[in-house]
């Protein structure tokens, strides 16, 4: 035994160690340059080469972008800049144009006076797309010339060549993503479209068009927003009642850096703060919007107390101040520092003075000249103190009530053996006749069953005060162990897998809809970190003698059926379509929707938080009218709906 393992030991030498060369570490790890190769990773790289179209703009150069999606999920971007350089880089004796598309960290964006401001400050960004595309093409219109690149898989097949004139200039990418690299190559119009037009938002006067040109999926917008941010938070803000009528603009410039806020309040609970560093959206915040939240506070207090609205030592918290604001922050700054090459948080900490010096100066001035405007955010604010206080108490009382403290779970709760969180899951079942199907099928080491009945608060037209006295979430609350709103505290969260179990109905899906508003709006937290799935129950039996099959959609009951006929085209096979989970048997319930061997669960995402507000808001807010307008445009996407 020992000979051998001083065998092993022996071989591990230099040998061993892999150098990857050129692009082939992209190939090799994909994941730690795009995310992911699923469909997030496979839509960044159009938003790299998009990326570098926008430097341009940045720099001053181009205002026109096109996106063009075209037949085989080719893609097309073409701007009016400059045209990327395409004579010999002095470090490496070749053309600047192969250079950017086949070395890792190269580009006009390290300090070396091609751009001041950027996003794509990794230099990886075409390079990138080359080495995932199964062949991509780069046009350059530059000084009267037309030249041309081909590639596949990032290898040259075309070197640099010359192949006409040309009396405009700018650079046309395509590619086609190569399916070796990602689980699907499919593009999402309405992904591409809503990342495009937020960019459109952040630099006013750039045209951006996006077209879909594959058959049967035509469609098109071209988009430009001379009001910038302001038409941006007017836009997120268009489905709720501003409390006052103006959107604010703040804006300011240090050095080569320049910020801009746009904000304006609404009636609703929420806060919707969305925050970017060189175009690039910052979900994790940072400096700046650290930088605008105190100033904001600030300011609002002070507005308060000169005005003697606000009275000795009372003061408004953030959070207050917060309630129904819909705010935009956009830096733009050179030697941006990101955290990470995702670009979720920035670093620069002299952007947070910047900041908070344009809200304090600005927001004050702004204040004093619109009293009434003024009058209504601070009323805004003090209101939402008043309910924040309300809140406490009505905690307090119920915890009193309850026995919280002592840890005295809800008598709706059936809960599991394990302790482990990660190990553990609860299901919340409507229902008591499913409930009970649940607890007996269910494997008690690991699952827990929490039943819900009747229909639960619509927590978008509701303050935290009202949830905790209600009768059917604050058992959930409970349960779950972490609290909610500025309280939450994933690290206290008892189960790992939050499972809503629901029929395949209309009653079912509204049960879903209202659950997960008040995870949105009350415990993000669990949807951005994967802890919240939706059961995927059968909605047909199939029957033949004595062996049955159950189907998840009419796609898959009819290819059963088919299947079960296979050696009789003339046998009789049973088809019942499920009415509920409270038919279910236990065995069958677990069989089908609860064993973790056999059950499909649906994760619930939130690759953009922004439209997921806009949903929640349209489908549970106050306003009946643009619900309406989405019921009819979404219609048509409705199956197996039960009336």
Same mark, same amino acid.
């Given at each position: 035994?020992?000979?051998?393992?001083?065998?092993?030991?022996?071989?591990?030498?230099?040998?061993?160690?892999?150098?990857?060369?050129?692009?082939?570490?992209?190939?090799?790890?994909?994941?730690?340059?795009? =995310?992911?190769?699923?469909? +997030? !990773?496979?839509? *960044?790289? &159009?938003?790299?080469? #998009?990326? %570098?179209?926008?430097? @341009?703009? $940045?720099?001053?150069?181009?205002?026109?972008?096109?996106?063009?999606?075209?037949?085989?999920?080719?893609?097309?971007?073409?701007?009016?800049?400059?045209?990327?350089?395409?004579?010999?880089?002095?470090?490496?004796?070749?053309?600047?144009?192969?250079?950017?598309?086949?070395?890792?960290?190269?580009?006009?964006?390290?300090?070396? =006076?091609?751009?001041?401001? +950027? !996003?794509?400050? *990794?230099? &990886?960004?075409?390079? #990138?797309? %080359?080495?995932?595309? @199964?062949? $991509?093409?780069?046009?350059?219109?530059?000084?009267?010339?037309?030249?041309?690149?081909?590639?596949?898989?990032?290898?040259?097949?075309?070197?640099?060549?010359?192949?006409?004139?040309?009396?405009?200039?700018?650079?046309?990418?395509?590619?086609?993503?190569?399916?070796?690299?990602?689980?699907?190559?499919?593009?999402?119009?309405?992904?591409?479209?809503?990342?495009?037009?937020?960019?459109?938002?952040?630099?006013?006067?750039?045209?951006?068009?996006?077209?879909?040109?594959?058959?049967?999926?035509?469609?098109?917008?071209?988009?430009?927003?001379?009001?910038?941010?302001?038409?941006?938070?007017?836009?997120?803000?268009?489905?709720?009642?501003?409390?006052?009528?103006?959107?604010?603009?703040?804006?300011?410039?240090?050095?080569?850096?320049?910020?801009?806020?746009?904000?304006?309040?609404?009636?609703?609970?929420?806060?919707?703060?969305?925050?970017?560093?060189?175009?690039?959206?910052?979900?994790?915040?940072?400096?700046?919007?650290?930088?605008?939240?105190?100033?904001?506070?600030?300011?609002?207090?002070?507005?308060?107390?000169?005005?003697?609205?606000?009275?000795?030592?009372?003061?408004?918290?953030?959070?207050?101040?917060?309630?129904?604001?819909?705010?935009?922050?956009?830096?733009?700054?050179?030697?941006?520092?990101?955290?990470?090459?995702?670009?979720?948080?920035?670093?620069?900490?002299?952007?947070?003075?910047?900041?908070?010096?344009?809200?304090?100066?600005?927001?004050?001035?702004?204040?004093?000249?619109h009293p009434a405007a003024a009058k209504a955010i601070l009323d805004k604010a003090m209101m939402a103190n008043r309910a924040r206080e309300a809140a406490r108490k009505a905690r307090e009382s119920v915890r009193r009530k309850t026995g919280l403290e002592s840890g005295q779970m809800p008598d709706k709760l059936q809960d599991c053996n394990e302790r482990d969180p990660s190990l553990c899951e609860i299901y919340i079942v409507e229902g008591d006749s499913a409930a009970g199907s649940a607890i007996q099928g269910r494997d008690s080491r690991f699952q827990a069953i929490l039943a819900m009945w009747g229909k639960?608060?619509?927590?978008?037209?509701?303050?935290?005060?009202?949830?905790?006295?209600?009768?059917?979430?604050?058992?959930?609350?409970?349960?779950?162990?972490?609290?909610?709103?500025?309280?939450?505290?994933?690290?206290?969260?008892?189960?790992?897998?939050?499972?809503?179990?629901?029929?395949?109905?209309?009653?079912?899906?509204?049960?879903?809809?209202?659950?997960?508003?008040?995870?949105?709006?009350?415990?993000?937290?669990?949807?951005?970190?994967?802890?919240?799935?939706?059961?995927?129950?059968?909605?047909?039996?199939?029957?033949?003698?004595?062996?049955?099959?159950?189907?998840?959609?009419?796609?898959?009951?009819?290819?059963?059926?088919?299947?079960?006929?296979?050696?009789?085209?003339?046998?009789?096979?049973?088809?019942?379509?499920?009415?509920?989970?409270?038919?279910?048997?236990?065995?069958?319930?677990?069989?089908?929707?609860?064993?973790?061997?056999?059950?499909?669960?649906?994760?619930?995402?939130?690759?953009?938080?922004?439209?997921?507000?806009?949903?929640?808001?349209?489908?549970?807010?106050?306003?009946?009218?643009?619900?309406?307008?989405?019921?009819?445009?979404?219609?048509?996407?409705?199956?197996?709906?039960?009336?």
């Open positions: 035994m020992s000979d051998q393992i001083e065998k092993n030991n022996q071989e591990y030498d230099a040998s061993q160690i892999q150098v990857l060369e050129g692009l082939e570490a992209v190939r090799k790890r994909p994941g730690m340059y795009i =995310g992911s190769t699923s469909s +997030s !990773g496979l839509h *960044h790289l &159009v938003y790299e080469i #998009v990326d %570098n179209s926008i430097d @341009e703009a $940045l720099a001053g150069f181009c205002d026109r972008i096109e996106v063009v999606i075209e037949e085989g999920d080719i893609i097309r971007v073409t701007d009016n800049g400059r045209g990327i350089p395409v004579d010999t880089q002095e470090q490496t004796g070749k053309s600047a144009l192969e250079v950017v598309f086949t070395v890792l960290h190269a580009g006009g964006k390290f300090g070396g =006076g091609g751009y001041k401001v +950027s !996003g794509g400050l *990794h230099g &990886v960004g075409a390079s #990138v797309v %080359n080495a995932l595309s @199964e062949w $991509l093409e780069v046009e350059v219109h530059k000084e009267g010339k037309i030249y041309q690149m081909r590639f596949s898989r990032g290898d040259i097949i075309q070197p640099i060549t010359v192949i006409g004139d040309t009396a405009r200039t700018g650079t046309t990418v395509r590619f086609k993503p190569d399916p070796e690299m990602f689980d699907d190559t499919v593009y999402d119009y309405e992904i591409l479209h809503t990342r495009m037009q937020e960019q459109a938002f952040l630099n006013g006067g750039l045209t951006i068009s996006i077209e879909d040109k594959r058959p049967g999926k035509e469609q098109s917008e071209t988009m430009c927003y001379k009001g910038g941010i302001r038409e941006y938070v007017s836009y997120l803000n268009r489905h709720k009642s501003p409390i006052h009528n103006e959107v604010i603009y703040l804006s300011g410039t240090k050095g080569d850096a320049v910020a801009e806020i746009a904000l304006q309040y609404n009636d609703g609970y929420s806060e919707t703060l969305v925050s970017f560093a060189n175009d690039i959206h910052t979900p994790e915040g940072g400096m700046h919007e650290t930088g605008f939240k105190t100033a904001l506070t600030r300011v609002i207090n002070a507005y308060g107390a000169k005005n003697n609205i606000i009275k000795g030592d009372d003061k408004v918290s953030g959070d207050d101040v917060r309630e129904g604001i819909t705010a935009v922050i956009s830096v733009k700054l050179p030697e941006a520092q990101f955290e990470g090459q995702t670009k979720q948080k920035l670093g620069n900490a002299y952007i947070r003075t910047l900041v908070d010096g344009i809200v304090s100066d600005q927001l004050t001035t702004y204040f004093e000249e639960m608060l619509n927590v978008e037209k509701a303050r935290a005060d009202k949830i905790y006295g209600n009768d059917k979430l604050y058992p959930l609350i409970v349960a779950l162990g972490a609290g909610i709103g500025d309280e939450f505290n994933i690290e206290k969260l008892r189960y790992h897998k939050i499972i809503i179990m629901a029929d395949a109905d209309v009653d079912g899906s509204h049960i879903r809809t209202l659950l997960l508003t008040f995870f949105f709006r009350y415990m993000r937290p669990l949807i951005e970190h994967g802890y919240v799935y939706s059961a995927v129950p059968p909605l047909y039996k199939l029957v033949r003698g004595k062996t049955q099959r159950v189907a998840y959609s009419d796609e898959q009951r009819d290819q059963i059926s088919a299947e079960m006929r296979a050696d009789n085209p003339n046998a009789k096979v049973d088809i019942s379509r499920f009415k509920g989970l409270g038919e279910m048997d236990p065995h069958e319930l677990w069989e089908t929707t609860m064993d973790p061997e056999k059950r499909s669960l649906r994760r619930i995402t939130l690759n953009d938080a922004i439209r997921a507000d806009q949903v929640f808001t349209v489908l549970m807010g106050e306003d009946v009218e643009p619900r309406r307008e989405w019921i009819e445009q979404n219609a048509k996407y409705v199956v197996n709906l039960d009336i």
